[in-house]
């Protein structure tokens, strides 16, 4: 809520409610530039890009354009390196050496896929911590920055409501009735859980 005040006479002239619960709507982004690149919004507009590779925040308003963010890219040490790695495993003689034509590093995209692999197997969070484990990472991906472990929990919860409103939706849209089992046990601390599994049959049939 926003009000007019006639800054002579000081008085009041309209009061202006806006409502918080309307979703903003965002024009789609058209340029090559954000293949590489995070937008990063004030409202609607972007004001902000971040750099996939390195990270790096760049002023990216409507008046000063993209030239900022590709004048970046020709510079980037970090891209730089990404690009001499997948050309080099390109040169291979194998088949599969095709599909990293159009791949790029992200690193949000493999942290959320730490964090799913890390809940999946039931792995204690200190698995970040561990020298051997950080080693096996950085000969797979050496640019990809492992998050601490009091930094994964906030991960795993953020991920829970992603999945959660996901599935929300996923439901609502079913044309399907859902079934519903309750199964209650004492963990060996003596905890009590309750564990609640829903089933049915999506659009496309399948349970």
Not at 133 to 160: C, G, H
Request: aromatic content about 10%.
């Amino acid at each position: 809520m926003y009000t007019l005040v006639n800054a002579c006479t000081n008085q009041y002239l309209h009061t202006y409610c806006i409502d918080a619960s309307r979703p903003i709507k965002r024009r789609k982004l058209r340029s090559d530039v954000w293949k590489e690149f995070e937008p990063i919004y004030e409202g609607n507009l972007v004001v902000q890009a971040k750099c996939i590779h390195c990270l790096e925040l760049l002023s990216a308003t409507r008046d000063n354009g993209r030239s900022a963010c590709r004048r970046h890219l020709k510079v980037c040490k970090e891209r730089t390196r990404m690009n001499q790695l997948v050309e080099s495993m390109n040169t291979g003689l194998s088949p599969d050496s095709l599909a990293l034509k159009n791949w790029k590093f992200d690193q949000e995209v493999s942290r959320k896929a730490m964090v799913n692999f890390i809940v999946l197997q039931e792995l204690p969070f200190s698995l970040v911590d561990h020298a051997p484990f950080q080693k096996f990472i950085a000969t797979l991906n050496p640019w990809f920055t492992i998050v601490s472990r009091t930094t994964i929990p906030e991960d795993i919860m953020s991920s829970y409501e992603d999945r959660r409103l996901a599935l929300r939706e996923t439901i609502k849209n079913s044309n399907s009735r859902v079934c519903l089992t309750a199964d209650l046990w004492t963990s060996n601390q003596n905890l009590g859980y309750l564990c609640i599994t829903c089933h049915f049959i999506d659009n496309d049939w399948m349970l």
